[in-house]
């Protein structure tokens, strides 16, 4: 792999790109104060992407915050896109790929600059996040909404839960031609055992495959958050040149080159700050990227809409000269230190806040104290009190912390829950449902252990309770994991011994962990639950049914998919080799002839050791130009 550097103009052979992450439209959109902010930033985004004149825009998932969007969210991003991504712009690229299977899921597929009853000047391309994830009895997501009214590009989505085929959209412009492939929110542990697995295929255009620039979009966990619980970056296929990697809400935008795999990785990050941790306190930007040939190059464009947010830390125990944790009047003596401090973070926003009439008047502070060592909280309330009308978070100003105490290894086995509530955002933001149900168990004594069902089966139907709303998961899970095991018992006529029916129950159990038959399990004891809903929502269900069994009618015929529309000239002066070069879902060539298959393969002792905890030393520069070997 070479580098060049220098100012290279654009021209008719390079793609530009806007790529973005994590934007979460909708977060605390009933905050009197932050309200507004993600929508804010959003126009600027797409401002931006208008400014630069790019060819279209590249989200890595997450676009919405909650998997049920708000009519608000759902009616101020339809505006924005209509507003920035609709016109009589020339599209000056064109689908090589069958659209028909980029776009698979949706009912009109091929890209939406392509239908004849829409003026797009600049298509968005997006994958799903694990916020906006689909979900429900069609597996729908905000996305599709999106998709169905022509504004998105919804691709990059698996429906398989045992097997992962990542088809590219094929991308040219010019002399330069691009390979997109997409990966959506996948549970980290399911997509890592698919990896192990050899279950994710990528597949490759045959012609000319040194001529590609790879470029994948994907929304997963980058760092380890478990034994499984991240895909690590050596799991990913060595053919590729860039990553956008979505999820992680740290902006690490310059591109950081894998030293194991030879790709690029950029991470974006969010756009909004939804944790008062450190990684969100980083400098928020999007990425301008040229695609020539084989060279990329990715400019950072500051996001200037995005509100401050300044984080400390003190530890009391550091300050041992200015507070003894038995004088009576220590207390007093340490809030008056951390309101000095919350001072200094205030005259700080403000010294950068200058010169930016964008920026939102009122930052976001926060203030983590350590006390351990002795020390007594004051009253948190009463110090918020004093800043609320300068701060956009005055309720949540200074987060007492207190670390772990040394305790016998009796203390250690059991969870201690208070202290669970009291860890810093930045570790509770990094926990999920399933992790702690598996901790639980996993910590709990012999006579509370599970016995039918799985830690991570019972950790997918609490999550589903708590995330999606799904009353009776929990329920249905258990009473189908006993039927299961009840006419398991029959057929294999254990003995009326209550040791060897345990045993029995144990093995049966223990069978079926980190399989497809668990993730399968999850999904029966799901729609058994919408099966229970109330006759309110079985209507609402049902006239929604009604409509998408006329869609399948419709489906159902000779046709297939719905006509595509026939490539004509619209008087808006587009590039003909841009609209009429290909038809609309289908291939020039034919899949058949226009894929090969790569797959992963790895050996067992290549798991091991440090394979998975390999750097990425970030030395790049934006401002060079980098040209991939082969």
Request: proline residues 4%; contains cysteine; hydrophobic residues 35%.
């Amino acid at each position: 792999m070479t580098s060049s550097s220098g100012n290279t103009l654009d021209d008719e052979d390079t793609l530009k790109i806007l790529i973005a992450t994590d934007i979460h439209l909708g977060y605390l959109e009933k905050d009197a104060i932050r309200g507004n902010d993600t929508y804010v930033t959003f126009d600027e985004i797409l401002k931006h992407a208008k400014q630069n004149d790019v060819d279209f825009i590249l989200l890595g998932g997450d676009l919405f915050h909650d998997n049920k969007p708000s009519r608000k969210s759902l009616h101020n991003c339809i505006e924005l896109l209509r507003k920035y991504c609709m016109g009589d712009k020339p599209i000056t690229f064109e689908i090589l790929s069958d659209q028909a299977v980029n776009f698979s899921t949706s009912k009109f597929p091929w890209v939406n600059y392509q239908d004849e009853n829409l003026n797009i000047s600049i298509p968005v391309f997006s994958v799903h996040g694990n916020h906006d994830d689909p979900t429900g009895a069609d597996g729908l997501c905000a996305l599709d909404v999106l998709s169905c009214a022509g504004l998105v590009n919804h691709f990059g989505r698996s429906r398989s839960v045992e097997k992962v085929e990542v088809s590219p959209v094929l991308l040219q412009k010019g002399s330069t031609r691009i390979a997109m492939y997409g990966i959506g929110s996948i549970p980290d542990e399911r997509l890592y055992r698919m990896f192990l697995n050899n279950q994710v295929t990528m597949l490759r255009p045959r012609e000319d495959e040194s001529s590609w620039f790879n470029l994948l979009v994907v929304h997963q966990n980058r760092s380890k958050h478990g034994a499984t619980n991240y895909i690590p970056e050596q799991f990913l296929d060595d053919f590729l040149d860039l990553v956008v990697w979505g999820h992680e809400h740290e902006c690490r935008i310059d591109p950081e080159r894998n030293e194991q795999r030879l790709f690029y990785i950029t991470q974006p990050g969010s756009s909004v700050v939804t944790s008062l941790s450190p990684g969100e306190a980083v400098k928020k930007h999007i990425g301008l990227l040229r695609v020539k040939g084989r060279k990329m190059n990715l400019e950072k464009i500051p996001l200037q809409t995005v509100r401050q947010f300044f984080i400390q830390d003190v530890v009391l125990r550091d300050h041992l000269n200015l507070f003894n944790p038995d004088h009576p009047k220590v207390t007093q003596k340490i809030e008056a230190f951390c309101q000095e401090k919350v001072e200094e973070m205030l005259d700080e926003a403000e010294r950068d806040r200058l010169g930016n009439p964008q920026m939102p008047e009122k930052p976001l502070i926060r203030l983590r104290v350590d006390y351990t060592g002795g020390f007594e909280a004051f009253n948190v309330m009463r110090f918020n009190q004093k800043f609320v009308d300068r701060l956009a978070n005055p309720k949540d100003v200074v987060h007492f912390v207190r670390h772990r105490e040394c305790k016998d290894a009796k203390d250690e086995e059991n969870i201690n829950f208070d202290e669970l509530l009291s860890r810093a955002s930045a570790e509770v933001m990094q926990l999920r449902v399933e992790d702690l149900v598996k901790q639980y168990f996993a910590t709990a004594e012999k006579n509370m252990q599970l016995s039918l069902l799985t830690e991570q089966g019972m950790g997918k139907a609490v999550q589903e309770f708590v995330d999606k709303e799904e009353r009776d998961a929990i329920e249905e899970l258990i009473n189908y994991q006993l039927e299961k095991t009840q006419h398991h018992l029959k057929e294999r006529r254990v003995e009326a011994v209550e040791e060897k029916i345990d045993e029995e129950i144990r093995r049966f159990r223990d069978s079926k962990m980190n399989t497809v038959e668990e993730d399968e399990e999850v999904k029966e004891a799901i729609s058994r639950a919408k099966a229970h809903r109330t006759q309110e929502d079985r209507d609402s269900v049902a006239g929604d049914l009604d409509i998408s069994e006329e869609a399948d009618v419709a489906m159902d015929s000779d046709d297939g998919f719905p006509a595509p529309p026939p490539a004509r000239g619209r008087g808006r002066g587009r590039a003909s080799s841009a609209r009429g070069a290909s038809s609309r879902g289908a291939s020039r060539r034919g899949r058949g002839d226009l894929f090969g298959v790569h797959r992963h393969y790895f050996k067992p002792s290549s798991l091991e050791g440090d394979y998975t905890e390999m750097g990425c030393p970030s030395f790049l520069s934006s401002s060079h130009w980098f040209h991939f070997r082969w």
